[in-house]
């Protein structure tokens, strides 16, 4: 079908952002999902400097790459979550220890990522959302109904005022399906977007990693939520459970081959991208295909070659006619 392949360069900000896009163009990608962290992207600068966003055009321009999403996990994560010091790795150095003042800062944040967005002409803006009852995901000690309607409630109180700004824009965010997030299932989801009235600023980044160990299919996930469907991360992930294993990780780093899952490189895994295909192909879906690129076992140029070449194989165009067509007389 066509559809561009970009990467996200969320893994690559140990990299300069002209020396990823250097590399990214060699391999033979179509463009960047841009993140907002290392060099990559300063949204501070991108919604207030002009001159600061033609310069981040011009090294996509010189490598012969385009931008159809930026992403702000991190400042996205500081909204919604109840802090703990691990939030202090993704706010300014200035605010660690300062719950309020992260909070503060992550809002403006992303209210600035829509307008960078605008600027750089990006429509979409991945991320995610933060929560402050994923600590309640397993009901001991007791978590009530009431609990759970408050963190929901909590998370559109904090969003609408950014859902506005996006809106102000033309521009779209598009959460990230994920553990840790308000969001993480089907459930959650539809809960999610009916508290929102399904408001048209706020949809969904679909990333099938995160859905296939917890016991989801994939592209019924996509059939379930097509229209809301925004941006699409290609990533892979494997299941790896032998009675040894627990499917919560065990406390154990990404990467240890005692896990009970971990993410894949594209093709390495259990998700079954035909069907993802063929979901996007009925839903008519055009955006960009974006590698999210996360494998402790590989090396991450020669993985993010073969992932390309795995999409770019694998994203196959829909019927044009009925096969039996020809045998009528």
């Not at 933060?130 to 009431?146: A, D, N, R």
């Not at 991208?273 to 955006?287: P, Q, S, V």
């Amino acid at each position: 079908m066509g559809r561009k392949v970009t990467l996200f360069t969320g893994q690559w900000a140990d990299m300069k952002f002209e020396n990823l896009a250097q590399t990214v163009s060699e391999i033979g990608y179509d463009g960047l999902e841009i993140a907002c962290w290392g060099d990559h992207l300063d949204v501070q600068k991108a919604a207030e400097e002009s001159s600061y966003v033609e310069k981040k055009l011009e090294i996509l321009n010189k490598y012969n790459l385009g931008v159809w999403a930026i992403g702000n996990h991190l400042a996205g994560q500081c909204v919604g979550d109840r802090y703990d010091p691990r939030l202090d790795n993704f706010a300014p150095e200035k605010y660690a220890g300062k719950p309020d003042e992260i909070r503060k800062w992550a809002v403006e944040e992303m209210q600035l990522t829509a307008v960078a967005a605008k600027n750089l002409g990006v429509d979409t803006v991945t991320g995610f959302t933060g929560s402050p009852i994923w600590k309640f995901f397993y009901s001991f000690p007791q978590t009530t109904q009431e609990m759970v309607e408050e963190g929901f409630e909590r998370i559109v109180e904090l969003w609408n005022p950014i859902l506005d700004v996006f809106k102000e824009n033309g521009v779209k965010f598009a959460l990230e399906v994920h553990p840790t997030e308000i969001a993480f299932d089907f459930y959650t989801t539809e809960k999610l977007l009916d508290k929102f009235d399904w408001r048209p600023e706020f949809g969904i980044n679909f990333d099938p990693s995160h859905l296939i160990w917890q016991g989801l299919t994939p592209h019924l996930f996509l059939r379930d939520f097509s229209e809301r469907i925004y941006h699409v991360h290609m990533k892979d992930a494997a299941v790896t459970l032998n009675g040894r294993e627990g499917i919560l990780g065990s406390h154990l780093p990404f990467g240890d081959r005692r896990r009970g899952w971990d993410f894949r490189s594209l093709g390495h895994g259990d998700i079954d991208f035909d069907e993802i295909i063929r979901e996007l192909n009925k839903m008519n879906y055009t955006g960009p295909l974006s590698v999210e690129w996360e494998d402790s076992g590989m090396d991450r140029i020669y993985g993010a070659r073969e992932a390309l070449n795995f999409v770019r194989e694998i994203d196959f165009k829909p019927s044009e006619l009925a096969f039996d067509n020809s045998m009528e007389k």
